[in-house]
């Protein structure tokens, strides 16, 4: 995937966030997010925000998507899109972006910003996992 953030192949990713995000379930936030990854066989695993009262119950998009993608057997990715409601991206939690380092250190991150009301895009901005997420605890630490 290109680091460019106008590139025309994040256009399914976006779609596949966008579509998911729309099932999320938040009824304590009322903030609904969209993840997509896309695997490297080409395929793309989504996942939504699904909130839980007891809070610590709560399974955030990203995450939702990487179980998706390992569920079905894939375990490297090429790319993320999140999407958020507008004015401005949001952006991965901490728990997110470790799991993320997992599977890539490196992951091109696209945020997108959303404007449910009018259906489209409002912002986005580009990032990559490493710059999200610098001196990330790798799986390599635990080595003896």
């Known amino acids: 995937m290109a680091f460019d953030e106008n590139d025309p192949a994040w256009a399914p ?3 596949a966030a966008v579509a998911v995000r729309a099932r999320a379930y938040a009824p ?3 903030y609904l997010v969209g993840a997509a990854v896309l695997c490297d066989d080409g395929s793309i695993a ?3 925000n699904v909130e839980n009262a007891s809070y610590g119950g709560t399974i955030c998009a990203e995450r939702n998507a990487v179980w998706h993608a390992v569920a079905t057997g ?12 507008g004015p401005a991206p949001g952006a991965p939690c901490g728990m ?3 799991v993320l380092v997992e599977f890539e250190a490196d ?4 945020l997108v910003a959303w404007d449910d009301a009018a259906g489209r895009e409002l912002a986005r901005r580009h990032a990559s996992l490493s710059g999200l997420l610098p001196e990330a605890f790798r ?3 635990l080595l003896p």
């Open 13 to 15: 990713l976006i779609a």
């Open 28 to 30: 304590y936030s009322n």
């Open 46 to 48: 989504s996942g939504c």
């Open 74 to 85: 894939r375990r490297r990715f090429s790319a993320c899109v999140v999407v958020t409601r």
């Open 96 to 98: 997110c972006r470790q």
């Open 107 to 110: 992951l091109p991150i696209l």
């Open 139 to 141: 799986p390599s630490a």
